[in-house]
C-alpha cells in the first residue's frame, strides 16, 4: 500500500478552462461536438441560439435531460467507496493505489427547458470531478491534483428570421453560478486523503462565484429538395462575462467561432457533415486540434441517430434512439485536459436519459 509519513498540506492552483459549453448534449459530444450549425433539444440554445428558428415547427423541445460522464477507472475506484469496503480502503490508502494507477474522472448533467422557433427558456447543472495523481506534485512530493467544475444557470433565449433571407439570428442570456477547484494535495497521511472520499468535504472546499453573459449567433441556411447547406457565426460572452463572488475564477472571455455543414436527406433520413472552427481570435490560445470540431450524424426514420466525429484530436461515436417521449443515447469520446495531444488524456462514456417531446 502506498504511504507516506510527511505532513499533508493542500495548495491551490489554476485550472485550464477548454473551449467546451457550460452544457454539451450527449448526441452533439458523440458527433465530436460540431454542433453550431445543427444541435440537439436544450443544446441548441446554447450552442447557437440562431438555430431555433429553423426547427421546421414552432415547438421544438419541452422536456428533462440526465446525463452520467465517467471513465472505466472510476467504475473500480467506487468499489472503494461501498459500505462493506475493507479497513484499508477506508483508511484511504487503497484510494490512493487507485488514483496513482489510473487518472479517476466522474460528472453528471441535467436540465429542463422550453424552446420553440422564437426562442425558449432553460434551467441546468453540470458537475464533475477529475483526480489525478504525480509522483513529484508542485511541490516536488507525491501529490493528487483534483479539478472540477460545478456550473448551475438558467437561459434565456430569442431568435428570429430576417425577412426575404435564408438567415436567422438569435440571442442567449444566461446566468451562472459556478466553482472551478483545482487542488493539490500533497500526500502526508492515508487519513488525509480518506477525508476527500466524501462528497461533502469536496463541496465544502470551494464557494460558488456568479455571473450574467450574453451569446450572440447567426445561421444561413440555404435548403435545397435534397441537400441543404448551413454556415453558422457565433460570439460567446459578447465583451466577455465578469465573474465575482466566491472563490476566484476567471471570468469568461469573449469568443468567436464560425461553422460550416451540408446535410443530404429524404422524408425520413438525413445525413449531417458539420465543421466548427472555435475561438477564431485565439481568446485562449488553444492548440487547432482542441479548437476545430467536425463530425458526421445519420438519423434513420426520425427515430435511430448514429453519430461520429473528431473531438479534442481523438475519435468520438454514439448512438440515440427515439422512443416518442423517451429518448436514450450514450457516447464514447476522448478528452485531453492540456494543450499538448496525448498527454493527459480521459476516455470518457456518457450515457444519458430525457424524457419530452
Known amino acids: 500500500m502506498f504511504t507516506l509519513f510527511l505532513s499533508a498540506s493542500l495548495n491551490t492552483f489554476a485550472a485550464a478552462r477548454d473551449l467546451s459549453p457550460v452544457y454539451?448534449?450527449?448526441?452533439d459530444i458523440a458527433a465530436g461536438g460540431a454542433s453550431l450549425t445543427r444541435a440537439s433539444r436544450y443544446g441548441a440554445a446554447i450552442a447557437n441560439p440562431a438555430l431555433l428558428p429553423f426547427s421546421g415547427s414552432f415547438h421544438r423541445w419541452l422536456g428533462s435531460e440526465f446525463s452520467l460522464h465517467i471513465n472505466t477507472e472510476s467504475v473500480a475506484m467506487a468499489k472503494t467507496l461501498l459500505p462493506g469496503a475493507s479497513?484499508?480502503?477506508a483508511s484511504g490508502s487503497s484510494f490512493v493505489d487507485h488514483v496513482f494507477q489510473s487518472p479517476f474522472l466522474a460528472g453528471t448533467q441535467t436540465?429542463?427547458?422550453?424552446?420553440?422557433a422564437f426562442g425558449g427558456i432553460g434551467f441546468f447543472?453540470?458537475?464533475?470531478v477529475d483526480l489525478e495523481a504525480q509522483e513529484y506534485g508542485p511541490t516536488g512530493l507525491p501529490t493528487i491534483l483534483l479539478n472540477g467544475k460545478s456550473y448551475t444557470g438558467a437561459t434565456v433565449s430569442a431568435a428570429t428570421r430576417v425577412p426575404f433571407m435564408p438567415l436567422s439570428l438569435g440571442i442567449t442570456a444566461k446566468y451562472l453560478m459556478m466553482s472551478e477547484p483545482a487542488i493539490s494535495i500533497d500526500l502526508a497521511d492515508p487519513n488525509a486523503i480518506?477525508?476527500?472520499q466524501d462528497p461533502s468535504a469536496l463541496s465544502a472546499l470551494v464557494n460558488q462565484s456568479h455571473g450574467i453573459g450574453y451569446d450572440l449567433g447567426a445561421l444561413l441556411f440555404i435548403q435545397g429538395p435534397h441537400m441543404d447547406w448551413r454556415w453558422a457565426l457565433k460570439i460567446d460572452d459578447v465583451a466577455g462575462t465578469t465573474i465575482s463572488g466566491g472563490d476566484a475564477v476567471d471570468d469568461f472571455k469573449q469568443v468567436l467561432?464560425?461553422?460550416a455543414s451540408v446535410t443530404f436527406h429524404t422524408g425520413k433520413d438525413a445525413i449531417h457533415i458539420a465543421i466548427d472552427r472555435r475561438d477564431l481570435q485565439n481568446a485562449y490560445a488553444t492548440p487547432a486540434f482542441k479548437s476545430t470540431r467536425a463530425g458526421v450524424k445519420?438519423?434513420?426514420?426520425g427515430y435511430i441517430g448514429i453519430a461520429a466525429g473528431y473531438y479534442d484530436g481523438y475519435p468520438s461515436y454514439g448512438t440515440e434512439l427515439d422512443l416518442i417521449f423517451l429518448k436514450i443515447g450514450a457516447a464514447s469520446y476522448r478528452r485531453e485536459r492540456t494543450n499538448s495531444p496525448g498527454l493527459s488524456a480521459r476516455n470518457v462514456y456518457v450515457m444519458n436519459l430525457a424524457t419530452g417531446f
Not at 24 to 27: A, C, P, R, W
Not at 125 to 128: I, L, P
Not at 298 to 301: D, G, I, M, N, Y
Open 24 to 27: 454539451e448534449e450527449t448526441f
Open 194 to 196: 480518506a477525508q476527500y
Open 257 to 259: 467561432s464560425t461553422g
Open 111 to 116: 436540465s429542463l427547458a422550453y424552446l420553440n
Open 125 to 128: 447543472s453540470k458537475f464533475e
Open 298 to 301: 445519420v438519423l434513420l426514420r
Open 87 to 89: 479497513s484499508a480502503n
